[in-house]
Every structure is written in C-alpha cells, then in structure tokens.
C-alpha cells in the first residue's frame, strides 16, 4: 500500500505556513486568478516550475508535458493556450526547456516507443530543420544541449503561428519567450528569442488574424 501520510501532513504543515502570512490567504486565493503569464514546460519531475521560478500560488498559468511541445492539433496545449490568452488575458508566454530532456534524448535515438513515437516525431523534425547546424556539432552532450534549446525555439514558432496568439500580439503586445532550465546547475537561461524577427519571417505563410 503506499503511504502518502508524509504529503498530508506537509499539506497541513503547508496551510499553517500561508495563514500564519495572511489569515485570509485561502480565501483570497478563492476570489479568481488573474496570472500575467502562461508557462509551457516539460513534465519531468526535476524542473518544478513555479519552485524554480520562486512565484507565488495565482502568478503563473501552467502546462506541461513530455519535452514541452506545442503541437497545433493537440487539444490539451490548445485549450490551456486559448484561455490563457483569451480569457486570462496573460501578457508574456514562456516555453521552457531542460537539459537533460529525456524526451528530447528519445528523440535522438533510434527506437519503437509506441504511442510516443507521433509525439517525439515532432523533436525529430526540429532535428530535421536545423540538421546542418547540430550535425556540425561533433560533442554529442553539446548536440542534445543544442537540440533542447533549438526545440524550445521551435514551440516558440509554433505558438506564433497561432491566431490567438498572432491577435492578442496586435492588440496587446503579447510576447513569446523561450527559456532552458538547467538542471545541472539550476539556472534559468533566457534564449533570447527575437519575438518580432521570428514574427516577421514567418507571417508571410503563417498570418491567420
Ligand atoms: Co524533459
């Protein structure tokens, strides 16, 4: 039988901590969200996001899954996308990565996963898309560092190519940003995604609002 009397008891130990700060820390919290930013990242158990990024319960809306992909035909990314921007109007969108992504790793191997294989099909296209620059690369560590970051790149573009983000853009000036999370060492590094540049070059195909 598992024991999960140790996670109860921090949940009340949990509680105590919050109304020790503001004895109507709960019922404030029941009142409504209004977080300034949606988080994508990957579902492993070491990048704790709101942990990492020391945020408080209500600042941050969050989806995770394996190698945090937005792929355009999955309804979970696209819900949470479409009422965080829609509906909860954030400001700033974040997807980040990790080194050491095993989801990533699978993507750089040969090898029958099932039901992952259409998943990590999308990190072997990013492969496939920028394969002269990692192919260049001879420290297979450093590749798969690389391919991480250029992953993270690559679900930035495809959250631009969304029509709300594309509108929520124009009328608001909603950003994109991509991030890595180093678990090696702990620090969050900013990718440095040039939004407008990324924006302009693909509109052309890509404008849907
Ligand atoms: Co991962």
Not at 32 to 58: F, H, N
Request: with cysteine; glycine share 6%; aromatic share 8%.
């Amino acid at each position: 039988m598992a024991d999960f009397s140790k996670i109860f008891e921090n949940n009340e130990k949990w509680i105590a901590s919050k109304l020790a700060i503001s004895p109507t820390y709960f019922e404030d919290l029941s009142k409504g969200q209004q977080p300034e930013y949606l988080y994508i990242g990957c579902s492993d158990s070491r990048v704790t996001a709101e942990d990492l990024m020391g945020v408080k319960p209500g600042e941050v809306f969050i989806h995770r899954n394996i190698a945090n992909m937005v792929i355009s035909i999955d309804l979970n990314v696209m819900s949470v996308l479409n009422y965080a921007v829609n509906h909860l109007k954030v400001k700033q969108i974040i997807v980040c990565g990790h080194y050491a992504c095993g989801g990533v790793k699978a993507a750089m191997q040969s090898g029958d996963l099932g039901i992952l294989n259409p998943w990590l099909r999308n990190i072997r296209d990013v492969y496939r898309l920028h394969k002269n620059e990692l192919n260049a690369i001879e420290d297979e560590s450093k590749r798969y560092d690389r391919l991480v970051e250029l992953n993270v790149q690559e679900q930035c573009v495809n959250l631009i190519k969304t029509a709300a983000v594309q509108r929520a853009y124009k009328e608001r000036g909603l950003t994109v940003h991509g991030w890595v999370f180093d678990v090696r060492t702990g620090k969050l590094i900013d990718l440095n995604i040039d939004f407008p540049a990324i924006l302009r070059g693909i509109m052309e195909i890509y404008r849907i609002d």
